[in-house]
């Protein structure tokens, strides 16, 4: 299975921005997607982003709009932007990867806080 190592979290103001980003060990372009999931505190892990092979993109409500989530396959990493951060987004942020025939692979988080 594909190594999954995540950087970019902190502590950031709400309304501010951060940029995530998840480096694999092996090529991405073959993987059949690749997405975000956080879990707040006392809260269910829930996805927030999903790219596909054919880049299509997938968003709960609760982040429309603010996530976007990008891969660049050159470098076998993919990109979480996070705009209009609110406090309710503090959460551990992990990269996930799914391939046909070997089920996921998760990275070991990176904590978003979104505080004044």
């Known amino acids: 299975q594909v190594q999954l190592v995540e950087s970019g979290g902190g502590l950031v103001q709400p309304g501010g921005s951060l940029r995530l980003s998840c480096a694999a060990s092996?090529?991405?372009?073959?993987?059949?997607?690749m997405g975000w999931s956080r879990q707040g505190p006392g809260k269910a892990l829930e996805s927030v982003a999903t790219i596909d092979s054919d880049s299509s993109t997938h968003y709960p409500d609760s982040v429309k709009g603010r996530f976007t989530i990008s891969r660049d396959n050159a470098v076998n990493t993919v990109y979480l932007q996070m705009n209009s951060l609110k406090p309710e987004d503090t959460a551990i942020y992990y990269c996930?990867?799914?391939?046909?025939?070997?089920?996921?692979?998760w990275g070991q988080g990176t904590q978003v806080t979104v505080s004044s």
């Open positions: 092996a090529s991405i372009s073959s993987l059949y997607s």
């Open positions: 996930r990867a799914f391939e046909i025939n070997k089920g996921y692979s």
